[in-house]
């Protein structure tokens, strides 16, 4: 009778521990509480403008990182600008001073980008040495136009705690090559839109 009473109450636990997991499954991301920069919109169609100055490269890995965010259930998807549409992000490079692989450029005082424009700056040649590795430049994209959609950093170290494809200075290249965007950034973008 002891026993029985024992399994009892272990599946209590359980059901209980997967009670509290649902509750919890779907936490936005770490990155959207750090920035309140984004697109106008429940579903933004954001579209994309290459400046002559793109190279192969750089073109090659923005029109991949729109095509790993377009991959993903998330709100918002990236596409080629037509003529009347509302939502630009104009891709730019440029040989910067200042350390960064790429960045984007804008500006919302209100919340939404002004003009719903940002601009994504690819700087070459990089200081971070990643020249033509192309996986490399697309793991870039892919964080980038994260901060399109208004994800911010997030913190922590190599691999430790959720994977991001916004931490700061790249570490996630190891957590998980090419899997970008992660659980984290998507549930982040959710929160957002
Ligand atoms: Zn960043």
């Not at 990182?65 to 259930?73: C, Q, S, Y």
Request: proline share 5%; glycine share 12%.
């Amino acid at each position: 009778m002891a026993y029985v009473g024992r399994n009892a109450l272990v599946l209590t636990s359980v059901a209980a521990l997967a009670l509290s997991l649902s509750l919890f499954a779907s936490p936005p991301a770490d990155a959207y509480a750090l920035t309140g920069c984004k697109f106008n919109g429940t579903d933004p169609v954001v579209t994309y403008v290459f400046t002559g100055l793109v190279s192969t490269s750089r073109r090659s890995a923005t029109l991949d990182g729109a095509a790993a965010w377009n991959a993903t259930t998330v709100p918002s998807t990236f596409r080629a600008w037509r003529s009347g549409d509302p939502l630009r992000l104009t891709v730019d490079e440029a040989s910067y001073t200042d350390t960064f692989e790429a960045r984007i450029v804008g500006t919302c005082p209100t919340g939404v980008w002004v003009g719903n424009a940002v601009q994504m700056d690819w700087n070459t040649p990089s200081s971070g040495g990643l020249g033509g590795n192309a996986y490399a430049l697309e793991g870039i994209a892919v964080h980038e136009l994260g901060h399109a959609l208004g994800l911010g950093h997030t913190t922590g170290t190599t691999c430790s705690g959720t994977a991001s494809v916004m931490r700061n200075g790249m570490p996630f290249w190891s957590c998980g090559w090419g899997t970008w965007p992660f659980y984290d950034d998507r549930q982040g973008v959710r929160a957002i839109y």
